[in-house]
């Protein structure tokens, strides 16, 4: 049987309640505070739940209480919004999504970005080290990631002004300084990190549900001229560390259990500690918008590592996780063209520039050009469940 | 005339009232509150000044302040400890430090490695590339740094446990696992982050001192087995993120005026954002002693860029600064063999391992191991003052 709620939810809709995603948002004339996604409404928490953890304008002190809790607060919202005799209680706690403001959902510790993709990582190697294997030696051994900046994480919707920096062109002998000529998007999925770890003690991959919260999307804006030239020896700087934002809404890991796959087959054995014992590849289709127009449709499920990989790897040295830590998968890029993660490949560094479906071209991104990415994945019942969506607007270099 | 306190200060100690360094310590049997340093005693600054902005167990809301206030806070600090006339009402505000436990002493919103030193680069330029130019070509047109884990960031005396993690021999055709075999040190200046600033809006070499509060000492623990195996394309990760630890007192940046002296000659013109507008290079001496005995004495005033400059370079991008990030200088390497700040380059990478002054030799450190780094730099009224130490031992790998 199907679970319906007695909130209306249209066929289309990103949040049925098989979802219920988690998000901070700011009403009309009041303060900010945590709320659940269902169809075209957000249920205020502390308000339907009398808990006040949820009257905070971040999910974190909520995500710290671990997952027994989780469950218990997802049963419940579950039972309020299904059984129609908690509607005369629990409607006054509703608001219109269209009347209310959505926030940064939770403090960021620290960000971590993978690479995680097999197809976007050849495709990268390809057109930045034309000379060399496309994938290095340790690829296909280890999860590679870096930290990026925690504190230029946004909301999605934050505009996203054109980064300056040294870029040198190959012929040039010394590098010019000015706007990104090359300013592109990386579409990833993002982990949000619940409960914490102790200094020196590793995380299991089996632990990784215990640890993670939710899951949400993320565009870690690159600008490909200034990371080209600054990224040697020890990786992407200011190439990144202008802007990467965040969709509003953290999909619980429990609303992902349908869209669990495994991932792709393996050419050669892993270590031990990250020996995939429960798949956690996730069927997740995520869409690419240009100024409104679908330019890519990146599938998650191509990719090699997955998050309970990147977890175990992440702490296999003892480094310890906090609260709202967020780490995300690398740019999502499939085998197909039509399925690449960033316009530095669906354009080929620039040398083969995008077709547009709304007409034109487009090799990078242009001041006023507006990203919006997506994602649905398969939800209990056989339900659709959405991610909301990440956008930002380019605005011209000060 | 040189100013003097009426708390004795002895001969060799590092806290002559021209510094004042302010840190975060916990009295017997008290809470956690900021104090400041003078000779062997810290000054309760809750109890002193009576703003409970000092009440606290971190720095940052004093930092968030500014430098307008950091100069007078300095200031009414001054007159406290040298004039006798306030020494009835400061005086039950000391604690001896032997008495009192030091803590992190402010939270870390971002942290930043920078790789600054000529001397370092070349030499693990050396070992890492020996096919290679020893520099990379971008290595003297900006200061090549990227984000490390902030959630790691340890105060002194935090044990260190030996990662594990992968590592491959280059004759090997496959990773192993195991704790790390070439654990080691990096000697560095941290620059704490006093007051933030907008995203999208570089900050000018200019401001360096609106936005820096003060100076401490960073060992930026290496895992150089973990490194070498996973730090291409995308920089240090695990190898870096299992710990750094930071000492406990910051050094006010007014405290630090008749350290400053112009940075080495450049080898060519830089562009705009990074030219030195006022000499920002700092005459600091480290020290560095493992289990007691020194093997290195790093001279900072040879680093080729300067805070100011990573600073400006940071934010160039319009990367936004946080109250609490903490950037750092990279290890600091003299020219001569006994300047070096790491093991791997003290030992050339293992194959000329450091004859210890206390017998033995050591290539790479081992379970036990105690290291502590000091430093020292020319103050007002030609006192000299001192950072204190940040100090670790190394436990086995779990």
Redesign the interface.
Known sequence: MTLTSWVPVPAESDFPVQNLPYGVFEPAGGAARVGVAIGEHVLDLAAALGDEVFARPSLNAFMAQGRRRWQEVRARITELLTDERHRPSAEPALHRLADVRLLMPFEV??YVDF?SSEHHAANI?RM??PDSEPL???WK??P?????????V?PSG?PI?R????R?PPQAT??G?GPSQRLDIEAEVGFVVGTGSE????VALADFAEHVFGVCLVNDWS?RD?QA???????????K???TSVSPWIVPLDALEAARVAPPERD?EL???LRDRADWGLDLTMRVRLNGHQVSEPPFATMYWTAAQQLA??T???????TG?LYASGTVSGPEPGQRGSFMELSWGGKEPLELPGGGTRSFLEDGDEVTITATAPGADGVRIGFGEVTGRI?PA?
């Open positions: 510790a620290d690479y190697g930045f080290r290095m030696p340790n051994h280890l590679v990631g870096y930290h990026g900046r925690a504190g230029t946004v934050t002004v980064p300056n920096g040294q040198k010394a590098p300084f200094l020196g003690e590793p600008a200034i030239w600054e990224y040697v020896p020890l990786g992407p700087f200011l190439g560390s202008f802007a050669h270590l031990g500690y790897h992440m296999v040295n003892g480094a310890s996780l906090r830590d605005e000060r």
